[in-house]
């Protein structure tokens, strides 16, 4: 089975750009999770989605950043305009929750993709 | 939100039981306590979850103190393959969201 996918593995950009971090859920999963990972802060949660919605976001750093899942097979987090300060390994993972299922349960997580901003 | 400590590092040798302790003294009753690990340059990998009863599968065991404000996460014959980042993680549920909040975890090491 395929798992979570994320693309690009690794993007080195300039400060300014725009950068876009793409991700593919494991098939049949309905929760999916951004996260940030950087040696000074760990990992961190940016949001999290169920069923295609935005739940929780009070991770997102700032309005540079968005995310949207236009459907359960497709995300996308992205950065506009980027600074080096976001510079991180980005984690998507998917899990599937059942409704009133108390739990995380397992995350499946993707292999990161890492930003360097210039 | 509850907490979790964990030491920063520690060595196992090859084929020995590694045991690895977290505190979560702040943890509230209907919360799970999560393992994960992450190998270098890797996703987290899920290990073992469990509420109150010690937990075992085919990666590990998880014992958890009968107050709940501890546990251990026990891999019984360790592996140089094993040498990972390992965070323990109790749940903290928000508004509906159900986040995993990961700390700095153990960075255990195995040695030949």
């Known amino acids: 089975d395929a798992g979570v996918i994320q693309s690009p593995r690794h993007e080195v950009t300039e400060m300014g750009q725009e950068v876009t971090l793409r991700c593919k859920p494991i098939?049949?999963?309905?929760?999916l999770f951004w996260y940030r990972q950087t040696m000074m802060r760990g990992l961190e949660l940016l949001i999290y989605?169920?069923?295609?919605?935005?739940?929780?976001d009070s991770g997102m750093p700032e309005d540079r950043f968005s995310a949207k899942m236009p459907n359960a097979s497709f995300s996308t987090l992205k950065i506009q305009p980027s600074e080096p300060r976001d510079s991180a390994v980005y984690f998507c993972?998917?899990?599937?929750?059942?409704?009133?299922?108390?739990?995380?349960?397992?995350?499946?997580f993707g292999e990161g993709s890492r930003l360097t901003v210039l | 939100d509850a907490k979790t400590t964990q030491p920063p590092s520690m060595d196992c040798a090859e084929g020995r039981a590694a045991n690895l302790p977290c505190n979560h003294s702040?943890?509230?009753?209907?919360?799970?306590v999560y393992w994960y690990r992450q190998i270098h340059s890797q996703g987290p990998q899920y290990i073992i979850h469990g509420l109150k009863n010690n937990e075992t599968n085919e990666m590990a065991s998880l014992i958890i103190t009968e107050d709940r404000k501890s546990s251990t996460l026990i891999l019984p014959h360790a592996t140089l393959r094993d040498t990972a980042v390992y965070y323990c993680?109790?749940?903290?549920?928000?508004?509906?969201?159900?986040?995993?909040?990961f700390g700095t975890g153990t960075r255990l090491t195995v040695i030949p």
């Open positions: 993680i109790v749940r903290v549920e928000k508004t509906g969201a159900n986040n995993l909040f």
């Open positions: 098939s049949g999963h309905n929760s």
């Open positions: 702040t943890i509230s009753g209907n919360e799970y």
């Open positions: 993972a998917s899990t599937f929750r059942s409704p009133g299922e108390r739990g995380t349960g397992e995350l499946f």
């Open positions: 989605f169920n069923n295609n919605v935005p739940i929780d």
